[in-house]
């Protein structure tokens, strides 16, 4: 039996707990992505997310898997990405943790989600993601990468995470920056949008902003 029918756009307080959480994506891209989320989740397979960070995308994720009556995951060792880094324009030292003086973004995501009502509705995984989809053992409607930007992060994301897509399933890619003048954070994740495409294993059905969402009409990743 399928899912029930999460709405299209999230409830009005679930856009303001996003738009007030820490983070970086925009409101259109994140009205996307809920979108892409709700329409993933009457599959009735989990919803996953690779890269937290404080849980501002984790909050539309888990919003469409309450209404679906499926869960949400997200998988981020919470000691920051290469760009989130002192010295780096993306770094933020409110998430430092003063005792080991490394980023820990995991209380900010806990409060976050606390503070939406939605703890219920999300497995957080601590761990770096390649060693969580080695040990993956099922399909899932949604995969969202918005993890490293470097090459071997994303790619590594990449091949872990879409072969578990299942068959009309969504992959949802953030970051996506074609022309190099328009990044700040590398174009690792245009690099794996391309070779998404190129495997014949996903079609690309939406883009927002630098979001792209494929839809997995082959085998293959």
């Known amino acids: 039996m399928s899912a029930p029918t999460a709405p299209t756009a999230p409830q009005p307080e679930i856009l303001a707990a996003f738009e007030a959480a820490k983070g970086f994506m925009p409101v259109d891209e994140g ?4 979108a892409a989320a709700a329409g993933a989740a009457r599959l009735g397979l989990p919803l996953v997310e690779v890269g937290t960070y404080c849980g501002r995308s984790t909050l539309l994720l888990a919003a ?3 209404a679906a009556g499926v869960t949400a995951v997200t998988v981020d ?9 002192p010295g780096w324009d993306y770094h933020d030292p409110s998430v430092v943790d003063p005792e080991v ?7 900010t995501f806990r409060r976050t989600l606390h503070a939406a009502g939605l703890e219920d509705h999300v497995i957080a995984v601590v761990g770096r993601s390649p060693q969580v989809a080695a040990v993956w053992g099922r399909p899932v409607g949604l995969v969202f990468i918005d993890g490293g930007h470097t090459d071997e992060h994303a790619t590594a994301d990449y091949e872990g995470w879409a072969p578990h897509v299942a068959p009309d399933g969504l992959l949802a890619i953030h970051d996506v920056h074609p022309h190099p003048e328009d990044e700040f954070t590398g174009q690792a994740p245009y690099r794996i949008y391309l070779r ?7 079609t690309e059905v ?6 792209r969402v494929l839809r997995r009409t082959g085998p293959g990743s």
């Open 77 to 85: 060792h919470h000691r920051g990405s290469e760009e989130q880094q």
């Open 206 to 211: 939406a883009v927002e902003g630098t979001l």
């Open 101 to 107: 003086g490394r980023m820990d973004t995991l209380p």
């Open 196 to 202: 998404a495409l190129a495997s014949g294993a996903f």
């Open 31 to 34: 009205l996307a992505l809920y």
């Open 64 to 66: 469409a898997a309450r």
